[in-house]
T-cell receptor, first 113, second 111 residues
Framework: AAGVIQSPRHLIKEKRETATLKCYPI?????VYWYQQGPGQDPQFLIS???????DKGSIPDRFSAQQFSDYHSELNMSSLELGDSALYFC????????????FGPGTRLTVT | RKEVEQDPGPFNVPEGATVAFNCTYS??????FFWYRQDCRKEPKLLMS???SGNEDGRFTAQLNRASQYISLLIRDSKLSDSATYLC????????????FGTGTLLAVQP
């Protein structure tokens, strides 16, 4: 079965640079969520979108923004990167009919140097 | 205090053992409950949703007690491939669909 696709899988950036992470949800899933998992920590919710509209917002820094496009894929834009932004970034998707069951992509490992 | 609390472990058990994980959550408005499994440096994978009536999937049994705000997972006849971190996850409180993760319990099944 098709899963959530994330790209790139690994990204190395320097401080103050920008990064764009992409997420392609499972086909026919209309809701996308972004989570950040720091080393040795549990995933923390950042932001979510339903039908291209922001549906919820968590502990996302103002330096980050995200959107969902007409084909339901989503992008997380990160600017003025800091060392503390180094983490695994997971995208998850769900279907409105099973709104609480979220399926995660393989993640993007971001390293800021 | 974290919204979802778990014993971090590690739990070291021999193959074939039965192991139980417990979890408590603080938001009584939570509407959905899950166990996810996460292997090192990989994504969380949905193991099972948890319902008040309890549910079973092969060697795995999950229970939810809403009154006590307590969730459990039982693994019977544990196998080497069960070694992973088990995450208790709660979601859907209020108007949000976001998931709140526990810190996870590390399980190591020994041959």
């Amino acid at each position: 079965a098709a899963g959530v696709i994330q790209s790139p899988r690994h990204l190395i950036k320097e401080k103050r640079e920008t990064a764009t992470l992409k997420c392609y949800p499972i086909p026919r899933h209309d809701t996308v969520y972004w989570y950040q998992q720091g080393p040795g920590q549990d995933p923390q919710f950042l932001i979510s979108f339903y039908e291209k509209m922001q549906s919820d917002k968590g502990s996302i820094p103002d330096r980050f923004s995200a959107q969902q496009f007409s084909d339901y894929h989503s992008e997380l834009n990160m600017s003025s990167l800091e060392l503390g932004d180094s983490a695994l970034y997971f995208c998850a998707s769900s279907s409105y009919g099973q709104v609480y069951e979220q399926y995660f992509g393989p993640g993007t490992r971001l390293t800021v140097t | 205090r974290k919204e979802v609390e778990q014993d971090p472990g590690p739990f070291n058990v021999p193959e074939g053992a039965t192991v139980a994980f417990n979890c408590t959550y603080s938001n009584s408005a939570s509407q959905s409950f899950f166990w996810y499994r996460q292997d090192c440096r990989k994504e969380p994978k949905l193991l099972m949703s948890v319902y008040s009536s309890g549910n079973e999937d092969g060697r795995f049994t999950a229970q939810l007690n809403r009154a006590s705000q307590y969730i459990s997972l039982l693994i019977r006849d544990s196998k080497l491939s069960d070694s992973a971190t088990y995450l208790c996850v709660v979601g859907g409180g209020g108007a949000t669909n976001k998931l709140i993760f526990g810190t996870g319990t590390l399980l190591a099944v020994q041959p």
